[in-house]
């Protein structure tokens, strides 16, 4: 059954594109011209993830995902042209869980897509925030804390964590985790992931056990 998702986008020629794109993938879409309409639109289905331009008549998206994230757990991405860092900034302070700036290819838009509902399905979130026993992940400001205290993670030591545990107890091969952390195109040298683990595990205090290695495997994330 295709996922249910929402664009919001008063440009109609990508708001189409986007549309015609993502039904032809087997999402089942609806779209709305502005902000307002999108509004309605939230209150009255369930939505698996929900696309959002910022600057939009009537409410722009800002305010649209200030009050999906005060009544509901779902994917947000911004498809916007404000590239400025402060927008960037803003668009995942107020709760955004990705933020793409226009143009967009559209299989890179699918790609996160699918890898945002797979976070969301896959991972107990609340309020926009993942547990994992002494570990809590803020999604939309990446702020990670174990026993309560703040962890600074670079930004792909972050994804590596979220890799482990959106693929909790299961063994990843180096070459799958460069895949989901560094992406296909990446021709670099695969022992980059036991830097990153070994970073990542000095990091994450009482939770670094939770890493296992898996002897000429990989590695998992074992509850």
């Known amino acids: 059954m295709g996922y249910n998702v929402l664009v919001a986008e008063d440009e109609r020629a990508l708001r189409n594109i986007v549309s015609c794109y993502l039904t032809q993938k087997g999402f089942k879409v609806d779209a709305v011209a502005n902000g307002d309409e999108a509004e309605i639109a939230i209150d009255k289905k369930t939505y698996d993830i929900i696309i959002l331009d910022i600057m939009m008549p009537g409410q722009d998206g800002l305010q649209v995902c200030r009050k999906i994230r005060k009544k509901y757990d779902v994917p947000v991405i911004f498809l916007t042209a404000l590239n400025q860092e402060y927008d960037i900034v803003n668009g ?24 945002l509902i797979k976070r969301y399905c896959g991972l107990v979130v609340q309020n926009g925030v993942i547990r994992a026993g002494a570990l809590k992940i803020e999604l939309a400001r990446r702020l990670v804390t174990v026993d309560d205290r703040v962890v600074t993670l670079a930004p792909k030591e972050y994804d590596l964590l979220i890799c482990f545990l959106e693929n909790k107890n299961q063994v990843l091969s180096r070459d799958q985790i460069l895949d989901y952390v560094w992406g296909e195109e990446y021709d670099g040298y695969d022992r980059a992931v036991d830097t990153h683990v070994k970073n990542l595990r000095a990091a994450l205090g009482t939770c670094k056990n939770n890493i296992k290695t898996v002897i000429k495997t990989g590695y998992m994330w074992e509850e």
């Open 92 to 115: 995942y302070e107020v709760g955004a869980d990705e933020y793409i700036t226009k143009p967009v290819s559209m299989p890179v838009l699918e790609a996160k897509i699918n890898a």
